[in-house]
């Protein structure tokens, strides 16, 4: 990461001179601001009926649009939606129980000192809708 941030950095301070070093007409640059004054006189100075009712449904499906994420984002949704995760161990009737998990494992010990066990996992994802 840090030599990607380093390459980065390198490249933007070699384009910063490269520009510098060019004369004012002859760099590159986004005219925004011709085109910000063009859709707004666009937008506000229609030449005909058909361009209003066409201004006037984009403003309203913009406002619409971001009522609609704007719902979305504040209002939860119904219903519990979880996940859930077991760890499992069996026990002497076979049942599977949150119990009698091995409590130490030694790095380096040989497996002949090891109680062998089986451990289940349960996994379920709920999503409003019922599992079994």
């Not at 760099?27 to 058909?50: D, K, N």
């Not at 002949?112 to 996994?123: C, G, T, V």
């Given at each position: 990461?840090?030599?990607?941030?380093?390459?980065?950095?390198?490249?933007?301070?070699?384009?910063?001179?490269?520009?510098?070093?060019?004369?004012?007409?002859?760099?590159?640059?986004?005219?925004?601001?011709?085109?910000?004054?063009?859709?707004?006189?666009?937008?506000?100075?229609?030449?005909?009926?058909?361009?209003?009712?066409?201004?006037?449904l984009l403003v309203v499906s913009?406002?619409?649009?971001?009522?609609?994420?704007?719902?979305?984002?504040?209002?939860?949704?119904?219903?519990?939606?979880?996940?859930?995760?077991?760890?499992?161990?069996?026990?002497?009737?076979?049942?599977?129980?949150?119990?009698?998990?091995?409590?130490?494992?030694?790095?380096?010990?040989?497996?002949?000192?090891?109680?062998?066990?089986?451990?289940?996992?349960?996994?379920?994802?709920?999503?409003?809708?019922?599992?079994?």
């Amino acid at each position: 990461m840090v030599e990607v941030a380093g390459f980065t950095l390198g490249a933007t301070a070699i384009a910063a001179r490269r520009r510098a070093a060019l004369s004012v007409d002859e760099r590159f640059s986004v005219p925004y601001q011709a085109w910000i004054e063009a859709g707004r006189s666009e937008l506000l100075q229609p030449e005909t009926r058909g361009d209003s009712a066409l201004n006037i449904l984009l403003v309203v499906s913009v406002l619409l649009a971001l009522g609609s994420v704007s719902y979305a984002v504040a209002v939860p949704p119904d219903g519990e939606q979880f996940s859930e995760l077991y760890l499992l161990t069996e026990d002497d009737d076979g049942e599977l129980v949150a119990d009698n998990y091995p409590s130490e494992l030694v790095a380096g010990e040989s497996t002949a000192q090891l109680w062998y066990r089986n451990l289940y996992s349960h996994i379920q994802f709920i999503c409003g809708e019922p599992t079994n």
